[in-house]
T-cell receptor
Framework: DAGVIQSPRHEVTEMGQEVTLRCKPISGHNSLFWYRQTMMRGLELLIYFNNNVPIDDSGMPEDRFSAKMPNASFSTLKIQPSEPRDSAVYFC????????????????????FGEGSRLTVL | GQNIDQPTEMTATEGAIVQINCTYQTSGFNGLFWYQQHAGEAPTFLSYNVLDGLEEKGRFSSFLSRSKGYSYLLLKELQMKDSASYLCATQMNTGFQKLVFGTGTRLLVSP
């Protein structure tokens, strides 16, 4: 089974440029999450979607960041304009569980992570 | 709000047992996850606790005390490949799935 697929795996760009990160969740998963990981702050939740609808974007740092999920199989995280402090690994994760209690079975709400996109802004 | 605390780094010897502690102060707590993350790789699921007590899965066990806001991950018969970061994450009961992660504990297993 294909896992969560992210692209690009690595991106190096200059300050001020637009960056777009892409994510394809696991088929059938109805929740999607964008996390950012740095040495100093660890894994921070930026935004998450349920059934393609943004539920909580309180972790998005500022207006330079935006995320979309136009359909169940694709999401983007955009940074415009990028700054050196945005350098981090950005992880996308999906979960088969949306509203708690409706998943049934042994579903714990586990997150399945992609391999991450390592962004360096010079 | 959420506040998750775990040691930054631990070292242990191959074949030994190590316990990684995690304390949390989380409003709307539902359950607790442990994830393993090798350097340069994605986090992968290890365990989930929603009730008090110990969950055992092979060499790894995880414990939760909801009243104390405390969990630990116990790794037995350590192997070199267990060198990784171990992330504690709290699950909210907001009605939608959401995990908040601690900064992780980097474990170094030496021969």
């Amino acid at each position: 089974d294909a896992g969560v697929i992210q692209s690009p795996r690595h991106e190096v760009t200059e300050m001020g440029q637009e960056v777009t990160l892409r994510c394809k969740p696991i088929s059938g998963h109805n929740s999607l999450f964008w996390y950012r990981q740095t040495m100093m702050r660890g894994l921070e939740l930026l935004i998450y979607f349920n059934n393609n609808v943004p539920i909580d974007d309180s972790g998005m740092p500022e207006d330079r960041f935006s995320a979309k999920m136009p359909n169940a199989s694709f999401s983007t995280l955009k940074i415009q304009p990028s700054e050196p402090r945005d350098s981090a690994v950005y992880f996308c994760a999906s979960s088969p569980r949306g509203v708690r209690g409706l998943a049934g079975g042994a579903n714990t709400g586990e997150l399945f992570f992609g391999e991450g996109s390592r962004l360096t802004v010079l | 709000g959420q506040n998750i605390d775990q040691p930054t780094e631990m070292t242990a010897t191959e074949g030994a047992i190590v316990q990684i502690n995690c304390t949390y102060q989380t409003s709307g707590f539902n359950g607790l996850f442990w994830y393993q993350q090798h350097a340069g790789e994605a986090p992968t699921f290890l365990s989930y606790n929603v009730l008090d007590g110990l969950e055992e899965k092979g060499r790894f066990s995880s414990f939760l005390s909801r009243s104390k806001g405390y969990s630990y991950l116990l790794l037995k018969e350590l192997q070199m490949k267990d060198s990784a970061s171990y992330l504690c994450a709290t699950q909210m009961n907001t009605g939608f799935q959401k995990l908040v992660f601690g900064t992780g504990t980097r474990l170094l297993v030496s021969p």
